[in-house]
T-cell receptor, first 112, second 115 residues
Framework: DTAVSQTPKYLVTQMGNDKSIKCEQN?????MYWYKQDSKKFLKIMFS???????INETVPNRFSPKSPDKAHLNLHINSLELGDSAVYFC???????????FGPGTRLTVL | GENVEQHPSTLSVQEGDSAVIKCTYS??????FPWYKQELGKRPQLIID?????GEKKDQRIAVTLNKTAKHFSLHITETQPEDSAVYFC??????????????FGGGTRLMVKP
């Protein structure tokens, strides 16, 4: 009965590699998001994707690119990984703008 | 853009006492204020939310108050229990051109309830 799922749960990789994190929601929601939570637990929005419209947080490096093959999926691709990219990445979804967001379990990314 | 400040960053209370966490926001157009609880190693989960058309909302031991004039809102937990120990996040958002609500989170409060 998983509502928002992410894979993988853990990702350990070398600097300079390219990696992807997948997210799927079975709630029928229209909007999906990616958040980054750093070691100090700060939660920051990276992207919002609603009805094929992508809103990008301007502070996010263009090495990060979200891809949405359909309404139920929002994947995150990261190029040329850097040490500072190490964090927990959360996917989330909501039914409607200004509505409750449901978070996935998170993906802990460690860049060595 | 929106800026949300949250205080205190850590809060330690004795079991049975009350805990209060406060947040301020900067964007007067914000109209949705959720609170999330994140246990260690888990995902953030919504515990209560309030919209700008009400000043207070209560759910059992948890209540949230909103002062739109002063642009601050607070979480109140009464009769705290050890399982309330977690990091709590406030957030604020407003509708943004049909592209979903861009939640801006506060910095989090680590609540520790001592048995």
């Amino acid at each position: 009965d998983t509502a928002v799922s992410q894979t993988p749960k853990y990702l350990v990789t070398q600097m300079g590699n390219d990696k992807s994190i997948k997210c799927e929601q079975n709630l029928g929601h229209d909007t999906m998001y990616w958040y980054k939570q750093d070691s100090k637990k700060f939660l920051k929005i990276m992207f919002s994707y609603n009805n094929k419209e992508l809103i990008i947080n301007e502070t996010v490096p263009n090495r990060f690119s979200p891809k949405s093959p359909d309404k139920a999926h929002l994947n995150l691709h990261i190029n040329s990984l850097e040490l500072g990219d190490s964090a927990v990445y959360f996917c989330a979804s909501s039914q409607d703008p200004v509505d409750t967001q449901y978070f996935g379990p998170g993906t802990r990314l460690t860049v060595l | 853009g929106e800026n949300v400040e949250q205080h205190p960053s850590t809060l330690s209370v004795q079991e049975g006492d009350s805990a209060v966490i406060k947040c301020t926001y900067s964007d007067s157009a914000s109209n949705y204020f959720p609170w999330y609880k994140q246990e260690l190693g888990k995902r953030p989960q919504l515990i209560i939310d309030i919209r700008s058309n009400v000043g207070e909302k209560k759910d059992q031991r948890i209540a949230v108050t909103l002062n739109k004039t002063a642009k601050h809102f607070s979480l109140h937990i009464t009769e705290t229990q050890p399982e309330d120990s977690a990091v709590y996040f406030c957030a604020a958002s407003r509708r943004n051109n049909n592209a979903g609500n861009m939640l801006t989170f506060g910095g989090g409060t680590r609540l520790m309830v001592k048995p």
